[in-house]
């Protein structure tokens, strides 16, 4: 997801996004322990996005960002 679409999520959808990531990094790293996983940059784009989204919710904690939308 491009950081300008991030900037568009409001609140609630960024906490949901966040979740979702959450999830399929689980996930990748299961499979990468079952041997199962054929792409192994999925991981560090996995880890990529959250850190992304993790930011954009600070910038709401910090004042950056309005919450308009939630």
Avoid: P
Avoid at 22 to 37: I, K, P, T, V
Avoid at 46 to 67: C, D, F, H, P, V
């Amino acid at each position: 997801m491009k950081k300008s679409e991030l900037r568009e999520l409001n609140l609630a959808e960024l906490n949901e996004k966040l979740n979702e990531c959450m999830e399929s990094l689980q996930n990748y790293r299961f499979q990468l322990a079952m041997q199962q996983l054929e792409d192994f940059t999925v991981i560090s784009k996995s880890r990529k996005e959250i850190a992304q989204i993790k930011t954009a919710l600070k910038e709401y904690e910090i004042g950056i960002r309005k919450n308009e939308g939630a």
